[in-house]
């Protein structure tokens, strides 16, 4: 390893002093002003990891629905998936170390996972459109150089695209192009032939108004435009001309308010959707003719897609196992539904998407989508080879043309995380081949009314959480009392769990009123407040 580099690079990339990250599922997330050394080292260690794997790993620069001040990074593994979790253990430590520990650190990390310094490097990176991000990203090529790395720099580009472009070059682009243009061929062709048999009447034109939360999804939908069929018709909103981004817009301020973002006038019944800024979430919205705002959220959204999918294989006789994969804030009325009426089996995993994904991974075709919108459908190899060849060989009629559309499905969902813009593409397809307006997609089932509130507490690492976060295991006797709570309402649940990056407890209920969710969500955070250390003020009742 040359030391003299990187004690050379690691110069001009100083840490400051008593600044402490750590890496979780979305990366580092901090002010863009304490990151530059972060970025620098980010790039090492995806030389290491490249070296390791022998495979190409991504590098994306993007706080995602953050503060356009705000800036992150995270780490493409070879199969476009997250990094392992070893390896965000050493982000953490490489990330924090002092400059003179930079070169022990990174020599360790070479013995514990038997690293070949001669082996050759490569890295993707991508950066999403923030003012820092481009001085950002030089620092993590500093990085890569400095460890004899070679990098393609993809410049802006969405995170899920670098995820595809990541996966497509470690599978000899068996998966497609690691180009931004073979990624919109892909999914152009794919949504082409899919909505082939959705009927041709003139007034059936897919007429979208999308809120790109000022962020790079609008870049490349204006890009893709060229590449998609004039039936369907984008309106762009919040194409970050004007406005900063992920302000007052996005599908996290939609889905957090429960309202239309800024910027975007909605018509009664008009259909719109929502990217968050770096384009792999989506939310849906309309309002009715009353002027009330309408949410479909990720529960809705993998409904949709797992009803389209069951439907295509029960036409094509294939008995191939599906599931959907929720978390516990997945609303009961989603879960009750799929089991019940659609019969596909619903598994609950904790908060996060790697649990989802990695879940999803079991089953023949994996559906999973987190309520704010992230999520994306995976299939297996042996399901896909199963699929594909029926689509190519099936004599009868019905049953290839329905093997034919699950073999578009699957070329126009990107496997690798959730993805806005093929999302949306989906989504478009099964709404025009079924024939569905937005508002009676949303009608499929009624959302129980819910609740969510955060209680301070002196530590929260004093809650300790099992089957999937739905049961508190500590402190003793808040699972008692929250399940004595619970009996006192009409289809209700309760769940509490700790934050993932502050001292706070988050409380979830559900019941069959809002002033009943509400009534059980305060009565639950007193329960938190008096069994596990809350401070500051008691939680007050909500209005």
């Known amino acids: 390893m040359d030391f003299e580099a990187v004690a050379k690079y690691s110069a001009l990339h100083l840490k400051p002093a008593g600044l402490s990250l750590q890496y979780g599922t979305a990366g580092f997330r901090t002010k863009a002003g304490h990151l530059d050394h972060v970025m620098y080292r980010m790039g090492m260690l995806a030389v290491l990891r490249s070296r390791q794997t022998k495979s190409t790993i991504g590098v994306m620069v993007t706080a995602s629905h953050n503060p356009e001040e705000d800036n992150g990074v995270k780490l493409v593994d070879p199969l476009g998936e997250m990094l392992t979790s070893a390896w965000e253990e050493y982000a953490t430590c490489l990330a924090n170390a002092e400059e003179q520990e930079i070169q022990s650190i990174l020599t360790e990390i070479c013995q514990k996972e038997a690293v070949k310094l001669n082996q050759r490097a490569s890295v993707f990176i991508g950066r999403d459109t923030r003012p820092s991000s481009e001085k950002l990203s030089q620092s993590v090529i500093d990085g890569v150089s400095a460890l004899g790395g070679q990098y393609h720099d993809y410049g802006l580009i969405t995170t899920p695209q670098l995820h595809y472009m990541v996966f497509c070059q470690n599978t000899q682009e068996h998966y497609g192009k690691a180009t931004v243009e073979g990624y919109y061929q892909k999914l152009s062709k794919a949504f082409v032939e899919l909505t ?31 590449y998609l069929p004039k039936k369907l018709l984008i309106h762009l909103y919040n194409d970050g001309t004007k406005e900063k981004l992920n302000h007052l817009c996005g599908a996290d301020f939609v889905k957090v308010h429960q309202k239309p973002p800024l910027g975007l006038e909605i018509k009664p019944n008009e259909r719109c959707c929502s990217f968050d800024g770096d384009a792999d979430r989506i939310v849906y919205y309309y309002n009715d003719t009353a002027g009330h705002f309408h949410l479909v959220d990720g529960d809705k959204i993998a409904t949709l897609i797992s009803t389209f999918i069951k439907e295509l294989l029960i036409k094509i006789g294939q008995t191939l196992k599906m599931a959907v994969v929720q978390t516990a804030y997945a609303n009961g009325s989603s879960t009750r539904y799929l089991e019940e009426t659609m019969k596909v089996p619903v598994h609950c995993t904790k908060t996060g998407v790697k649990h989802l994904h990695h879940k999803a991974q079991e089953f023949d075709i994996g559906v999973y989508f987190e309520a704010n919108g992230h999520g994306t459908v995976l299939f297996s190899k042996a399901a896909e080879e199963k699929i594909r060849h029926m689509a190519k060989e099936e004599k009868e009629n019905q049953k290839r043309d329905a093997a034919k559309m699950l073999e578009n499905t699957i070329d126009l969902i990107n496997q690798t995380v959730g993805d806005a813009i093929s999302d949306m593409l989906v989504i478009e397809a099964i709404l025009a081949l079924k024939g569905l307006t937005v508002q009676q997609w949303d009608a499929i089932y009624t959302d129980l009314p819910n609740r ?86 008691p939680p007050q009742p909500v209005y």
Request: hydrophobic share 35%; charged share 30%; net charge negative.
């Open 196 to 226: 082939k048999q959705a009927s041709s009447s003139g007034d059936d034109q897919m007429c979208l108004k999308i809120d790109c939360a000022n962020g790079i999804g609008a870049l490349k939908l204006k890009e893709m435009e060229r």
């Open 452 to 537: 969510q509130l955060k209680v301070k507490v002196a530590d929260r690492r004093v809650i300790d959480t099992t089957d999937a976060e739905r049961r508190a295991v500590t402190p003793p006797g808040l699972q008692e009392k929250i399940d004595e709570l619970v009996k006192k309402y009409r289809l209700s649940r309760a769940f509490v769990r700790p934050s993932g990056t502050e001292d706070v407890v988050r409380v979830y209920s559900e019941a069959d009123t809002q002033e009943n969710a509400d009534s059980l969500a305060h009565e639950v955070s007193l329960a938190v407040y008096h069994l596990a250390g809350g401070i500051g003020e």
